[in-house]
């Protein structure tokens, strides 16, 4: 076992490990770079990757890692796309003594012996830092000049724990301000296409009164940022937009002053994934909840990294 590419014999990757890996889908650029990391960082550890893409739909989750537990895998990894609902399967899985690895999002259940470890972000710090960066700037987000500033939001998948944490850690974060307010939030589901359309409504019913747009990923804010200009506004002027990822595509639009702000979410978790199941499989001890290290980008931050961002 060891590091990602860890040459040699042992336990874990070298000698023929089985991961059975239920993605949640392909909504948005963050799950596309994330799915790329895991794919190579197994092919990099030596191992057997299955991999399969639920569509953003719970049944199709919870079908795969049966299949996986029949296929009597060496360990299942998954990223859960809505948090409630998920003891029986791995009660399951706990039966077949198969480990359970949860990546970038948390299942809510009080047995914590139904998986061996949790890898991902802090989605509630990231909504805080989307928060803290409006509080710090609220003299110049007042855009309509009414000295209230209203925030519309743009909500990931229902259910999902980056949508409920991202807006927890938002609202904390701007409760003491009596200047700011959330006049709408909806959900478009993570994807370019749904941000698209719930900022088109959103501007038909508040046209004139909205001030900030919080997209809880990259893909939303874009698709906003396309609703904005289609109604003959100016992004990032007439309308500040914070986001949550920073892709490359949002990483250009935030260098174009488009977008005013990104919070990072790390979605390169293939590496350390391995390395955790590696260490599961060898009977070492991890920790329960490993945490990924994320930063935020301004306009500024965002025209110097571009150029080597690598998704
Ligand atoms: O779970 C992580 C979130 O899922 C990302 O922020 C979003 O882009 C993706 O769809």
Redesign the pocket.
Known sequence: GGGGDSSGGGGGGEDGTVMGFSQ?GA??G??TANSNSIQEAATAAGIDLKFSDAQQKQENQIKAIRTYIQQKVDAIAF?PVVETGWEPVLQEAKRANIPVILT??AVDTTDDSLYATFLGSDFVEEGKKAGDWLVQNSATADTTGDGKINVVELQ?TTG?A?AIDRAEGFRDSIASQSNIAITASQTGD?TRDGGKQVMESFLNSNRGQIDVVFAQ???MGLGALQAIEAAGLVPGKDIKVIT??AVKDGMQALADGKIDFIVE?NPLLGPQLMDLTEKVLNGEDVPKRVVTEETTFTPEQAKSVLADRQY
């Open positions: 949640v909504e948005s963050w799950r990223s970038d999002r990931g999902a980056p993570f990923n990259d893909d949550v990822d979410c």
